[in-house]
C-alpha cells in the first residue's frame, strides 16, 4: 500500500505570493494533520482535519488555511508568504483524530520563500 | 502551551555503545507519548509508543517507559549500530480519552554511530 504522498516535493515562491500544498492519506485514513518542520527544529502543529471538518488548529496566523476533500486528500493555503514560511511542511494521515492517534508522515514539501 | 524537552545534540556514540535520550513533557493529565525518528532523506517514522503510565514502548531494540512521576519518556538502546544514526523526536499527543489537537514535538536530537 503507498504511503502518505505530497506534492509538490519542492517549490521556491517570491514574498506576499500564495502557495498550495497537497497531501493523500493512507488508504482508509479519515484523518490528516498539517505541520511546520523550520530547519534544525522539531514539527509544528498547524492543523488536524478528521471527516472534512477542522478538528484542531495551532497557534498559526490567519494566512494559513486548509481543507479536506470527500476522499480525504488536503491542502494546505499559505496567503502573503513570508520569508519565515521557509520550512517543510509535512502532512500527517491516522485512521481517527481520537486516542488511538497514529500518525504516518509523508516526505513533506520544501518551501523555500525568496 | 505544553512543551516536550529532549536532550540537546549531537550525540556521538561508538557502535555497541548504550544510549540513553533523555524527554520531559510538561502535559496535565495522561498524554500519550511518542518516539518519532528522521534517517537522512527520509520522512518521519513512528518508533514507539506509549499510551498510558508505566507502559513501556519497544521497538527495533529501541525501549521507553512512560514515567508519570517524573514526566519523562526516555529512549534507550542497549547496543547501538551505525545504522541507528539519525533524528531522533519525542512527542506528546492527546490524553487517552481523545482530543484533537495535534503532536507536540521536541526539537530533536542527531545521533551519530561512529564504527
Known amino acids: 500500500d503507498a504511503g502518505v504522498t505530497q506534492s509538490p516535493t519542492h517549490l521556491i515562491k517570491t514574498r506576499g505570493q500564495h502557495v498550495t500544498l497537497r497531501c493523500s492519506p493512507i488508504s482508509g485514513h479519515k484523518s490528516v494533520s498539517w505541520y511546520q518542520q523550520v530547519l534544525g527544529q522539531g514539527p509544528q502543529f498547524i492543523f488536524q482535519?478528521?471527516?472534512?471538518?477542522?478538528?484542531g488548529r495551532g497557534n498559526f496566523p490567519d494566512r494559513f488555511s486548509a481543507r479536506q476533500f470527500p476522499n480525504y486528500s488536503s491542502e494546505l493555503n499559505v496567503n502573503a508568504l513570508l520569508l519565515g514560511d521557509s520550512a517543510l511542511y509535512l502532512c500527517?494521515?491516522?485512521?481517527?483524530?481520537?486516542?488511538?492517534?497514529?500518525?504516518?508522515f509523508g516526505p513533506g514539501t520544501r518551501l523555500t520563500v525568496t | 502551551g505544553n512543551s516536550v524537552t529532549q536532550m540537546e545534540g549531537p550525540v556521538t556514540l561508538s557502535e555497541e555503545a548504550f544510549l540513553t535520550i533523555n524527554c520531559t513533557y510538561t502535559?496535565?493529565?495522561?498524554?500519550?507519548l511518542f518516539w518519532y525518528v528522521q534517517y537522512p532523506g527520509e520522512g518521519l517514522q513512528l518508533l514507539l509508543k506509549a499510551t498510558k503510565a508505566d507502559d513501556k514502548g519497544s521497538n527495533k531494540g529501541f525501549e521507553a517507559t512512560y514515567r508519570k512521576e517524573t514526566t519523562s519518556f526516555h529512549l534507550e538502546k542497549g547496543s547501538v549500530q551505525v545504522s541507528d544514526s539519525a533524528v531522533y523526536f519525542c512527542?506528546?499527543?492527546?490524553?487517552?480519552?481523545?482530543?484533537?489537537?495535534?503532536?507536540?514535538f521536541g526539537k530533536g536530537t542527531h545521533l551519530i554511530i561512529q564504527p
Open positions: 482535519y478528521y471527516e472534512k471538518e477542522e478538528r
Open positions: 512527542a506528546e499527543g492527546p490524553h487517552s480519552g481523545g482530543g484533537a489537537d495535534g503532536l507536540t
Open positions: 500527517a494521515s491516522s485512521l481517527t483524530g481520537g486516542a488511538s492517534y497514529e500518525q504516518y
Open positions: 502535559a496535565t493529565g495522561y498524554p500519550s
